[in-house]
């Protein structure tokens, strides 16, 4: 069991909604970020890739529902 906490810029990630945090507002391909963390740490340790899962609050939340851009 592998858990990773990646922390948005200023606490925040670009869900693509209209609230506009200053990741939205600064378009940041944070999808990317995360498909990128995921692949790394896969290089590192053994990772089942249809066991991956991911999870988030408020527009962490929204950003794990955005399709990869």
């Known amino acids: 069991f592998l858990t990773a906490y990646p ?19 600064a378009r940041l391909e944070d999808v990317g970020f995360v498909s990128a963390l995921i692949f790394d740490i896969s290089r590192r340790v053994c990772v089942e890739p ?17 399709p990869r851009l």
């Open 7 to 25: 922390n948005g810029v200023h606490c925040c990630w670009n869900g693509g909604d209209v609230d506009k945090s200053h990741a939205e507002k």
């Open 50 to 66: 249809r066991r991956v899962f991911v999870s988030g609050f408020y527009n962490g939340g929204r950003l794990t529902q955005r």
